[in-house]
């Protein structure tokens, strides 16, 4: 492995682990960024990456990031993922899903795994038949913790939204406030459905454009074309579909006071938290208000290995203290003129203690 603790993304990492085994071709890297407060977790990424450069970086970026977001909703875990090489075809096998299982079982706990991008839940169902330190498994019954994290992830964005508005425009409710939704999969579908319980005007928008025309009627809500949603007049702007969205040119097209979604690593650089402010737009970090899965996966792995509470309402419960930190952010960088992005990232910084 390259020389990792050279790479701008290190920062005092406690662990990266390079992991090979020849019987099965796995290669992975294991990153714990901070175990402050608990055990590094973080979801598993099945990537084909061509220089392997980025791999190193996915997971020293990842795994801080997981730091942040566990901190930040109060969760007794501190930040890791893992990354697994694969080949360009991304050829994956039982005995590489296993191989995998045993190297986290190795670490003792240090690092606890789940699932992300190009890792099934079946997957995750393979590596906890080798190690018990997996999250994001299956659960049975409507009313525990776990399963389908979209959701709850849902459910947090749709508080933080309502905590926006009341910050933002000195709305209570939601009743007539205008909302365009980029994105209508688990987690854009569900906050719509959950915003139009409550009065909200829906603008919809979908790459999938049966999905949008779908959950626009069932909704009575506007359809926009996905180049034209950003743009669009509203209260509240909701990414809930892609990365990176918040450069130059999308935040110049911004015509909403607010932007709050759940889409992960929404500011395409840092200082475009800034830019969102320069233009008088309240911001919702994403990893704060997009909290409400990981809360829930964590609940459930809390219940199965420590005897934690596991029902829904406790999930719940946690969930609803999203609009609280979010305000906290706000009413900081009210008073400091430091963006709400940079706000959050100190706050997690002290609660790692970093
Ligand atoms: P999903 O795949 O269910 O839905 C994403 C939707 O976005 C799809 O319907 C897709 O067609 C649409 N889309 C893609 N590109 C688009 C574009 N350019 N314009 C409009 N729509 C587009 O995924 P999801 O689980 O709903 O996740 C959405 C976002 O939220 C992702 O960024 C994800 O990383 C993030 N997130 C999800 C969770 C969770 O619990 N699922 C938790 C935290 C963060």
């Given amino acids: 492995m390259t020389a990792f603790w050279t ?6 990492h406690e662990l990266v682990q390079l992991v090979h085994d020849r019987k099965s071709g796995l290669t992975a890297i294991i990153a714990v960024h901070s175990s402050h407060l608990g055990p590094g977790a ?9 220089d392997p450069k980025d791999a190193i970086r ?27 090489l694969a080949d360009g075809d991304r050829t ?8 995998f299982g045993d190297a986290v079982d190795a ?12 890792i099934t839940e079946a997957d995750m169902v393979a590596v906890a038949e080798r190690t018990k330190y997996v999250s994001g498994l299956p659960v049975e019954g409507e009313e525990a913790a776990g399963g389908d994290p979209g959701p709850f992830t849902a459910m947090g964005i749709y508080h933080g939204i309502k905590a926006a508005v009341r910050h933002k425009l000195g709305k209570d409710d939601v009743d007539g406030v205008h909302v365009a939704i980029q994105g209508t999969g688990s987690v854009g579908g569900g906050v719509a459905r959950l915003l139009a319980k409550d009065g909200a005007k829906l603008t919809l928008s979908d790459i999938n454009e049966d999905r949008v025309v779908a959950l626009a009627s069932e909704l009575d809500a ?33 015509d909403a006071p607010i932007v709050a979604g759940g889409a992960n690593n929404q500011l395409a650089r840092t200082h475009h938290g800034a830019r969102l402010a320069e233009r008088g737009i309240l911001y919702a970090p994403d990893y704060v208000i997009n909290a409400g ?3 829930s996966v964590t609940m459930e792995y809390l ?9 829904i309402n406790e999930v719940r419960k946690r969930i609803a203290h999203i609009p609280g930190r979010l305000e906290q952010i706000w009413q900081e960088s009210d008073s400091t003129g430091i963006s709400p992005d940079m706000v959050a990232d100190r706050m997690a910084q002290k609660l790692i203690g970093r």
């Fill in 58 to 84: 996915d997971a020293l970026r990842l795994s801080r990031g997981m730091s942040y977001k566990n901190a930040m909703a109060d969760l007794p875990m501190g930040g890791g993922k893992a990354v697994i």
């Fill in 92 to 99: 994956k096998n039982a005995d590489m899903i296993a191989a």
């Fill in 293 to 295: 899965g990981i809360i």
């Fill in 303 to 311: 219940c199965r290995t420590e005897g934690n509470p596991c029902d």
């Fill in 107 to 118: 670490l003792g706990g240090k690092y606890v795994t789940a699932e992300d991008v190009g």
């Fill in 42 to 50: 973080g979801g598993t990424r099945f990537w084909h990456y061509p």
């Fill in 222 to 254: 506007e359809a926009a074309a996905p180049d034209a949603i950003m743009g669009v007049s509203c209260d509240v702007f909701s990414p809930n579909a892609l990365g990176a969205i918040l450069d130059d040119e999308g935040i110049a097209r911004l």
């Fill in 7 to 12: 790479e701008p993304d290190y920062d005092d």
